[in-house]
């Protein structure tokens, strides 16, 4: 069965959630949590430069979470995407609504 291990670590304007695995309905439902949470009232950054695989409900997580960060006046930062990951976004025609960086020191 398919897993995502997530970290999580603390800076001084974010949370940011390490992500190792696959991002699917099997396994989104912890860091859906996590995420929706921390939204509410601090930018999330996500790395996802260990992420093998997002399937439509991964995608729907992280559009639903960009929405409630807009909602909440907080943002949603993707960070090192995988080649997957790039491409997984690419493919909805949405990379640019998402605030893809590089580093944490980008997370305004």
Do not use: H, P, W
């Amino acid at each position: 069965m398919e897993q995502l291990a997530i970290t999580e670590k603390r800076g001084a304007n974010y949370v940011l959630y390490e992500l190792v695995g696959s991002v699917n309905s099997y396994t989104c439902g912890d860091l859906q949590e996590k995420i929706f949470e921390e939204i509410k009232g601090n930018n999330v950054v996500l790395d996802m430069s260990q992420v093998i695989d997002i399937d439509s409900t991964g995608m729907g997580m992280l559009f639903a979470s960009f929405n409630d960060g807009l909602e909440s006046g907080y943002k949603l930062y993707l960070m090192n995407m995988s080649f997957t990951a790039l491409n997984r976004v690419k493919d909805t025609g949405f990379l640019e609504a998402f605030k893809v960086i590089q580093s944490v020191t980008e997370v305004e």
